[in-house]
């Protein structure tokens, strides 16, 4: 068993495919030995722009000789399929063997050695790497990330030969492209990694990105700053770096008036820069840049070069600031009308129109408590950034620019706020708007464009949503949940829908209306069910919940589930499911939908010689009624119905009156009250009783008490 | 002492001259990058192996501040060199030039980027890097895959140089205009201020409109008139001028964003055209 080594050298790897591609190394590598039989310890793959390297331990020195045996054709069969047989194996007729009427064929597969397992691998991974993106260079027809130039393959000490495309393995590679422009020589796996660090290289990415994170911190920490912490820079210096040197440098004060988004934006997207906080948590003027050189003045050169850069593009921003900032947003929002929102739904201002309209309606609906000329007027300048030169130049920034400028130019807090958060929460984890004006604005921008899209019949479907329109219902749920807002989800919808009614083509005709409203109802409920799933809720407590219909109060909807599921973890809980499930089997199999007693007149059921009760019953709400009537107590004979009816007489009220006043705790313990009659009665009364009346009563009382149960819940989708 | 602006290019020209590229002088038309010059675009195309470099001055109408803005400029120098089949060693060609106008990579950070490089107008695309030197972007670096939406073969390296930039960086000087442009003390404002000024009021204020879309009109349909003619270097060269001619136009404001694709397409099918032609003849 040796070690083995794998190194394959090429021009700079983007940062962001080297993730990847250490997984894809590693995995193909897996792939291709296993296939092959050749045993292999550990394998570890690495990453520099200059490198892809693997490491695999205790790789088997060879494969085993292995000998298998093929059933063939029977000897009684056609010629043709001998044939076939002996071009499968690869042998001739005396090599097979005959029994019992039927050819077999032993094949031999000699051991083979892992210098030529791992040749061709290295082949084949170098053909099948599945690159993001992949070129072709020079006159060849090769293709990887960028050109390849060199493979070193060392099995323990020996060479692993392979050519590709013109390039022969070896065991000579390059340090430092500055540092160390000649050749090194690895000896294989043990030395590689050390050798190279003697040549300006870590091969190791962890240990670079480490470098990165303290090196910075440290940097920032000996001039009295903290460093912004920002792990996705980390990665991305380290993918850019051999060998990484933080260095601090400072730009001028003046560029402070700038929005701390705007600096901190400017030096990671475009420099890829730490930002800096002074001790008060102000964003301080300083940043961290990475280098990949140890250089020989000290980096003073590196940090003179960056400050100037960063002066340049900080210059820019702030020459943007100050042109934005002298132009009222009002008069920015008038030029929201040369925009277009979408072919068929009209211009961003024809947007803005109807957002403000909707922020308006759901504050003057008392679903939001807030001012509502604060709300419109944070509507209607809400998208003005949009044509700003700084979001121009950060589209990223939108909303955020909008707040800023709104508050210089003396609107007030809560409609700067919520011009800055309107577009919240844009991804899970998120931060949702709380304040009511920003709520007002965030909402409606959201329904609006659900609406919006619906009403074009722009739906999305399948894994096809280009509006992201999934994305803004689960914000929208966010925000009504969160808050606690009482909306009719439909009628807001609706209204959405009606402001653009005027706006799309075809959708004049009410019933067209009717039908899309529906199809937004469906879509908020399936979008409802994967959030509620996504946050751990039992599906089946939720379609238990859902199956009940006709709720489109998100907050309701949510408390009872919540109560549903703190009930069915409790005994009395598991216990009523187990007694319902029961009941509800006993119905189905008797087929049982209701039924009055033989003598019906005497429950005080008024009937003429002609009539046959059970016409009645295909109404159900008569049918209900009647099997009501007819499962009271008059027909009961057994202290057990007696006691059952008793307790849904007073259960039934008292969750009936829960449920109105959403107290859904309430209406489970009002349930849970049923726990112990139904299991009495089980004990004790025969349902399938021969007197036709007496089987008759059991069954509607049952009937009576499952419909108890489901008018909480819908106890027949719960598992278990 | 720094290297002034015209011993920047002439240092280049020596320093590629050597590496056996012909040392071209501008194309005499305007164009927008160096990139449309003939010698880059239908030379890439084709399996003849072919080295040049040269200085291409670039207009972008739109970029024009009115020599207000120490930083951006409607017309500038780019300096471009080709080579086909891209060499095993361009990479350390490139550096060695770095060295040459006196960048010392112990001293500075000189680090590949990646950047994709794609030209709507040109149907091309080649991955690549920009070149950073100090987080500065001094050089686009491109291995062209396709040029007028034909596939490359063999691949040519494209290096592109922002000679301003890289004059500003190696003179340590922060406003574009305070260049030097020659060791005599003539600046790169003596030279260009006041024209940056009127090609800016001309770009944004002035340019005929009518007569600029018209001018477009006729160079689409010279090209089209050169291509039935299978003549593909005229062709190219008039859609060149349409590009330039939109470019303006787009300066002048009077071109809608919906308008810009189809006029983008327009010149793309002419310049895929000229290439296609070009290959036919070459074969």
């Known amino acids: 068993m040796a070690d083995f080594l794998l190194e394959l050298r090429s021009e700079e790897i983007p940062a962001r495919m080297q993730a990847r591609a250490r997984n894809d190394l590693a995995r193909l590598f897996a792939e291709c030995t296993a296939e092959a039989g050749l045993t292999t310890g550990p394998i570890e793959a690495f990453s520099s722009p200059r490198r892809l390297v693997l490491i695999a331990r205790d790789v088997a020195d060879a494969t085993e000789a292995s000998r298998e045996e093929v059933k063939g054709p029977r000897t009684s069969a056609p010629p043709q399929a001998l044939d076939g047989f002996l071009r499968k194996t690869g042998l001739s007729r005396d090599q097979l063997e005959e029994r019992d009427g039927v050819y077999f064929a032993a094949i031999e597969r000699a051991g083979r050695s892992a210098a030529e397992i791992l040749g061709e691998s290295i082949k084949r991974i170098v053909a099948e790497f599945p690159w993001p993106k992949s070129m072709r260079w020079g006159d060849g027809s090769l293709r990887w990330v960028r050109p390849l130039h060199g493979i070193v393959a060392i099995l323990g000490e020996e060479i692993v030969p392979v050519e590709i495309d013109g390039i022969i393995s070896g065991a000579t590679t390059a340090g430092h492209r500055f540092h160390h422009p000649g050749a090194i020589t690895v000896g294989g796996a043990p030395d590689y990694v050390e050798k190279l660090r003697a040549c300006h290289v870590i091969v190791d990415q962890e240990e670079r990105e480490r470098i990165i994170r303290e090196g910075a911190a440290a940097a920032a920490a000996e001039a009295g700053l903290q460093l912004l912490e920002d792990e996705g820079l980390v990665v991305e210096n380290a993918g850019l770096t051999e060998w990484p040197v933080p260095l601090l440098g400072r730009f001028d004060d003046d560029y402070l008036d700038v929005p701390r988004e705007v600096i901190v934006l400017t030096m990671r997207t475009n420099q890829k820069y730490f930002a800096c906080t002074d001790p008060g948590g102000l964003i301080a003027p300083a940043f961290v840049c990475v280098a990949n050189v140890a250089a020989k003045d000290g980096g003073a050169a590196i940090v003179e070069g960056n400050k100037r850069v960063l002066a340049a593009r900080l210059a820019d921003a702030r020459f943007f600031w100050e042109q934005d900032l002298k132009i009222l947003l009002e008069e920015q929002a008038k030029k929201l009308g040369g925009i277009v929102f979408h072919e068929k739904l009209g211009t961003i201002a024809d947007k803005v129109e109807r957002l403000a309209k909707l922020a308006r309606w759901l504050v003057e609906n008392g679903v939001i408590k807030a001012d509502p000329i604060q709300v419109e007027r944070a509507a209607r300048l809400a998208k003005a950034d949009l044509v700003t030169g700084m979001v121009g130049e950060f589209p990223e920034l939108q909303g955020i620019i909008g707040g800023y400028l709104a508050a210089a130019q003396g609107e007030p807090r809560p409609v700067a706020d919520a011009i800055r958060d309107h577009y919240k929460p844009v991804g899970q984890g998120d931060d949702v708007p709380t304040a009511p004006v920003s709520i007002a604005v965030a909402l409606a921008d959201k329904l609006d464009t659900i609406a919006a899209f619906f009403s074009i019949d722009a739906k999305p479907t399948g894994s096809k949503d280009p509006f992201a329109l999934r994305r803004a219902a689960i914000s929208s749920i966010e925000l009504v949940v969160r808050n606690g807002l009482r909306l009719g989800l439909t009628q807001a919808l609706r209204g959405g829908l009606a402001n653009c009614a005027g706006q799309a083509a075809d959708s004049s005709a009410a019933h067209r209306l009717d039908r899309t409203a529906d199809e937004m109802g469906d879509f908020f409920a399936d979008r409802l069910k994967v959030q509620q799933r996504e946050a751990g809720v039992r599906h089946d407590l939720i379609d238990a919940v859902f199956a009940l219909g006709g709720e489109d109060d998100l907050v309701r909807l949510l408390a009872r589930v919540n109560a549903l599921q703190n009930f069915v973890e409790t005994k009395d809980g598991a216990d009523l499911l187990t007694a319902y499930k029961r009941a509800a089997n006993i119905l189905k199999k008797e087929n049982w939908t209701g039924g009055v007693m033989s003598s019906p007149l005497a429950q005080g059921i008024p009937q003429t010689g002609e009539e046959d009760p059970l016409v009645l019953v295909d109404d159900p709400i008569v049918g209900e009624a009647v099997a009501e009537m007819s499962s009271g107590e008059a027909g009961a004979e057994l202290p057990q119905e007696k006691a059952l009816i008793s307790a849904l007489d007073a259960a039934e009220p008292r969750a009936a009156a829960a449920i109105d006043a959403e107290d859904f705790t309430a209406s489970m313990a009002a349930l849970a009250s049923l726990r112990s009659p139904i299991d009495d009665f089980f004990d004790h009364v025969t349902v399938n009783d021969s007197d036709p009346a007496k089987r008759e009563h059991r069954l509607n009382l049952l009937m009576r008490f499952r419909d108890a149960v489901n008018r909480v819940a819908d106890f027949s989708r719960i598992e278990g | ?283």
């Not at chain 2, 070149?131 to 040029?147: A, I, L, N, R």
Request: with cysteine; glycine share 8%; aromatic share 12%.
């Open chain 2, 1 to 283: 002492m720094s290297l002034s602006f015209q011993d920047l290019i002439l240092t280049l020209h020596h320093y590629w001259g050597a590496q056996g590229c012909v040392i071209l002088q501008p194309y005499d038309m305007e164009m927008g990058a160096g990139t449309f010059h003939p010698a880059t675009v239908l030379r890439s195309l084709g399996l003849d192996p072919w080295r040049a470099s040269y200085v291409q001055p670039c207009r972008r109408p739109t970029d024009g501040r009115y020599g207000e803005n120490p930083n951006r400029l409607g017309h500038y120098y780019q300096y471009q060199v080709v080579l086909k089949p891209s060499p095993d060693d361009l990479q350390q060609l490139y550096l060695g030039s770095l060295v040459e106008i006196g960048i010392d990579p112990l001293k500075h950070d000189i680090r590949f980027v990646e950047d994709d490089w794609e030209s709507p107008t040109l149907g091309a695309w080649g991955l690549g890097w920009e070149v950073w030197c100090d987080g500065m972007e001094v050089t686009q670096f491109t291995y062209f895959q396709q040029v007028g939406g034909f596939e490359c073969k063999p691949v040519t390296g494209e290096l592109t140089y922002g000679l301003e930039r890289l004059a500003m960086y190696i003179q340590g000087v922060d406003n574009v205009f305070d260049l030097k442009f020659n060791d005599s003390s003539v600046s790169y404002g003596d030279v260009f201020l006041e024209n940056e000024r009127e090609m800016s009021a001309y770009n944004f204020e002035v340019a005929d409109t009518d007569a600029l879309f018209d001018l477009f009109r006729k160079a689409a349909a010279e090209s089209e008139r050169c291509l039935e003619n299978k003549l593909p270097i005229p062709a190219y060269e008039q859609a060149i001028k349409a590009s330039h001619v939109f470019n303006t136009l787009q300066a002048r404001g009077v071109i809608s964003v919906a308008e810009r694709q189809a006029y983008i397409g327009r010149v793309r099918d002419l310049a895929k055209a000229a290439c296609g032609a070009w290959l036919e003849r070459a074969s």
